[in-house]
Nanobody
Framework: QVQLVESGGGLVQAGGSLRLSCAAS????????MGWYRQAPGKQRELVAI???????NYAASVKGRFTVSRDNAKNTGYLQMNSLKPEDTAVYYC??????????????WGQGTQVVVSS
């Protein structure tokens, strides 16, 4: 089994910063893609940023230039640095990972989510 545990959410004023972490553990051979998604109340879950195993990144237009996604492959951990936060960034943020297990199959996993609240 594989578990993703997020941390780093909280309450911050507009213009502030937060850093989210996502630690993966369990039967992991490799993590192909790590991603961050968010879901605001009454809205669908949306992609925020992803990073591949070779470091290629992609961002939603709404966060480009403010958020930075990174990963530490040795620690099986991903990060989302969020700067210049806006009230519209308020949401539950979820970590997502496509993991190749030791026996060769690839599965998708989700973390439990961490709340980010940006006050105006």
């Amino acid at each position: 089994q594989v578990q993703l545990v997020e941390s780093g959410g909280g309450l911050v004023q507009a213009g502030g910063s937060l850093r989210l972490s996502c630690a993966a553990s369990g039967n992991i051979f490799s993590i192909n893609v790590m991603g961050w998604y968010r879901q605001a109340p009454g809205k669908q879950r949306e992609l925020v940023a992803i990073i591949t195993s070779d470091g290629t990144t992609n961002y939603a237009a709404s966060v480009k230039g403010r958020f930075t996604v990174s990963r530490d492959n040795a620690k099986n951990t991903g990060y989302l640095q969020m700067n210049s936060l806006k009230p519209e960034d308020t949401a539950v943020y979820y970590c997502n990972a496509r993991v190749t297990r030791s026996f060769g199959a690839t599965y998708e996993y989700w973390g439990q989510g961490t709340q980010v609240v940006v006050s105006s």
